[in-house]
């Protein structure tokens, strides 16, 4: 039998934030079983901890969505680092991902992490496309500072900003827009769309990815970063700033985000809610 943890990411309280399943121990499972487990939990992302093949990491860490295995996420990497330090481990760790290493700190009940990695602009899609994909009037894109953008620190989003926090609420996705969005530009894995209103230093965030067995993300922290990446770009200003998502769908999420010199590091807590054992 193999143990299993559930931790409630980016909310200091649970039942709110996002849901992240960790086997903290992965070494006897099957590598075929991985994509089954992962899509038996049926979160946002599942985790699978094994020993590092460089010894001087911490541990290596493999990711998956209920239908394909990610490189880079943010909410598993703050959840699974909280995970392993409520169990004993350091205060500073370091991940072996499938970007490479990235260096994780736990201080003060918080985990962070800081991406260099560097932003990659993949496609400005169609405004009417991205409205027609979030069910929104193309009058509720806002173009100002960035049109929509496919923006990728590790993982693709469409990034959008919105007229109104109403507009953001207002969301309902089209499933067969989205599934034209991503055979346009297939290179989006499943034309996942990253929407957000900024209200000063706060901003009010809802990720859709319906064709990744998504159809609302509490809290994306890859986005976020990229996010954070895609307005120092589009503004020349450094950023700091604080991310409310999920609160649309009653599970608010709370991410912190600072850019500096080309660097963006996501920041928030996570919560043990369940724990268990896999017998099957």
């Known amino acids: 039998m193999t143990d299993y943890l559930v931790y409630d990411v980016f909310s200091d309280e649970a039942f709110g934030g996002n849901q992240l399943a960790i086997i903290p121990v992965a070494t006897a499972l099957p590598e075929e079983d ?3 487990i992962a899509r038996e939990f049926n979160y946002s992302e599942t985790t699978f901890v094994y020993p590092p093949e460089d010894p001087s990491n911490t541990v290596r860490v493999r990711i998956f969505t209920p239908t394909m295995e990610i490189p880079f996420a943010g909410h598993p990497i703050v959840g699974t680092v909280m995970a ?3 169990m004993g481990g350091s205060s500073e760790m370091t ?3 499938g970007v490479g290493p990235l260096n994780c700190v736990v201080r003060d009940g918080q985990v962070s992490f800081t ?3 560097e932003l990659e602009i993949m496609a400005k899609p169609e405004i009417a496309l991205v409205a027609a994909a979030l069910g929104l009037d193309e009058s509720d894109i806002e173009c100002a500072t960035h049109v929509p953008t496919m923006a990728s ?7 959008t900003e919105l007229t109104t926090r109403k507009a953001l609420s ?3 996705p089209e499933i067969n827009v989205m599934r034209r969005g991503a055979e346009t530009y297939p290179a989006s894995l499943d034309f996942a769309q990253f929407a957000y209103f900024p209200e000063g230093e ?3 965030a809802r990720m859709f990815a319906p064709l990744d067995n998504i159809p609302e993300d509490p809290a994306t922290g890859s986005a976020c970063a990229a996010l954070g990446a895609l307005l120092v770009k589009a503004t020349g200003n450094e950023q700091s700033l604080n991310i409310r998502q999920g609160e649309d769908m009653g599970r608010l999420s709370l991410i912190g985000l600072t850019t500096n ?3 963006v590091t996501i920041s928030g807590t996570a919560k043990r809610t369940m724990q268990g054992q896999l017998v099957y």
């Open 84 to 86: 392993l330090h409520d």
């Open 95 to 97: 991940l072996e991902l």
């Open 170 to 172: 207002r969301i309902i």
């Open 202 to 204: 706060t901003i009010h």
């Open 153 to 159: 620190l590790g993982l693709p989003f469409t990034i």
């Open 115 to 117: 991406t260099s990695a």
């Open 261 to 263: 010199s080309g660097a």
């Open 34 to 36: 991985l994509q089954r």
